[in-house]
């Protein structure tokens, strides 16, 4: 589906020089109501001349680096105005004869930016002190010339800079995330104030469009979509019935045996979606399998057997068929997304059936120009239930990747600083991912369990218990796979995590909360659970939050009460070095 038809001329362009922090930025000037669209950094200048102004965005390289994003110098020289973020200040420094060195040390987190009292149209109304938030380890050490320093931290003597005669400007600090306490006014400042932009972008107001989009691109033929009871495909698979009629649009929805509680129920009440159910085929599959490589790996596999023999017998390779898919705009852009999302985009691609549709161009995206924001927008337009909308991130393997195995017995060891709990969970140091025992500590201590996890090796996390049925040290870790039986223990104790979150208004104020089943308990209880509520923007990076008493002892005698569970803990990892699921 071309976008030009769909969206208005981007009147921001957003460089890309490093994924999650473009998407970040053009996300928030979406926010504003003017649409930004993210181009590749080194984009010739000409083929952007169109933009009211360009962002060269954040990234986690060095300007020194060999292959690191560069912009084309021709655009500083065009009259259009320019703010580079982050990484984006540094490469904007080093291309107009301004000096970039590594910085002392790296400075992450919050700081403290002063900020000169200057009547740039760029910090109007912003002089003077405000927390921000940091993530670098270079600095601009020379300005270019013709260019002034404006703004400075403790440790960052250049951390705001402007030539405003040539409206070029450079930030260090990231406005787009939301520790940085007035970052919108900075971007509302650059996007209203130097770039004079007039507000244009509401994706509500876009339903009629997408719609006709939709009619156009289908035909006379009708569509097919794979819908996952996700918010994506829900939605574009909402728009297509809306677009062509109920009689032109089918899905179907793979009941793996591995979805959360009511999943299916919810997904059986939109017409037109066919259930086709595949828990034995996956449960059978995994009987027995301990490797949590081999878990995913198999669930990939099983997957593609079930979209083939969907795709051979509803006859979809057939000329009147178009295949439909809830695409979203950061997955059309590939240096967005994570490893993950790579890996389970594979598994989809391989199954010959979708690799043909897709190469002779039968395929419909309605929603490829869309953040999760926006299609949340749309989706609440369409006046789909709030309960799927505002849904956290589930991951596609489902329970399987929350619910720990072992292949071996062996107890909970004592040392000074904790009990090690031998089960393999997976953790992010580095570039790549390792499978290493947890540490569980007495307390809710996340500053304790940082300086932990940063002093010793060969753990990944660090919990703590919430509540025991038994002494930690009487509990055992146990040679088990994924059974059924073990997947409704977690199932259940999800859904009351689910449900007691929804009830006080917890799940609003975290970004995603894994509820995970390990394989550590007594002989009468053999399975504890892992409470992992996260706060985080896009899953990348993640902060383990804390909650209050009363909610906490709420959903642990809750837990409690599930057959089979002997402990309930909580995990004071931030990501990284420990990742959101635990494997
Ligand atoms: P991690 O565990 O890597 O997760 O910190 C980051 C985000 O990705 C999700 N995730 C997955 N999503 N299939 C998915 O569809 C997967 O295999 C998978 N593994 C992790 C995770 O839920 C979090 O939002």
Partial sequence: MSQSNL?????????????????????????????????????PAAEIAFAKGIVISGGPSSVYDPGSPTVDPAIFARGQPV???????????????GQVRPGEKGEYGLATLDLDDTTDPLFAGL?????????HRDVVDAVPEGFAVVGRTETCAVAAIAAPQRRLYGLQFHPEVVHTV????????FVFRVCGCQKDWDPRHRVPLIEQEIRDCVGQRSVFFFVSGGVDSTVAFTLSTRALGQDRVRGVYVDTGLMREGETDLVRQMPGLAIEHAEEQFLGALAGVTDPEQKRHIIGE???????????????????????????????????GNDKAAVIKTHHNRVAGIQKLMECGRIVEPLRSFYKDEVRE?????????????????????????????DFDAPVRATPEGSIIPVHSVGVQGDSRSYAPVLAIDSLD??????LINRLSGVNRVIAPV????????????????TPVRVARLRCADAIVRRVCHDNDYDRRVWQFPVILIPLGTAGAPDSVVLRPVDSVDGMTAQSVLMESPLLEQLSAGILQVEGIAGVFYDLTHKPPGTIEWE
């Fill in 446 to 451: 996340h500053a304790r369990a940082t300086a």
């Fill in 182 to 189: 007035r970052g919108l006014e900075f971007l509302s400042n």
């Fill in 7 to 43: 969206n208005p001329t981007p009147q921001i362009v957003i460089l890309d020089a490093g994924g999650q922090y473009c998407h970040l930025e053009a996300r928030k000037v979406r926010d504003l109501g003017v649409y930004a669209a993210v181009f590749p950094s080194e984009t």
């Fill in 378 to 406: 749309i989706g609440r337009e369409l006046g789909l239930p709030a309960q799927l909308l505002d849904r956290h991130p589930f991951p596609g393997p489902g329970l399987a990747i929350r619910c720990l195995c072992s």
């Fill in 83 to 97: 703010l580079g973020i982050c990484y984006g200040q540094q490469l904007m420094a080093h291309a107009l004869g």
């Fill in 302 to 336: 099983e997957f593609v057997r079930v979209q083939e023999r969907v795709i051979e017998s509803r006859r979809l390779l057939d000329e009147n068929w178009i295949l439909g898919q809830g695409t979203i705009y950061p997955d059309t852009i590939e240096s967005g």
């Fill in 127 to 135: 002089s003077g002190r405000q927390q921000i938030w940091m993530s």
């Fill in 467 to 482: 509540q025991l049925k038994a002494p930690l040290s009487e509990m055992l870790v146990r040679a088990c796979s994924m």
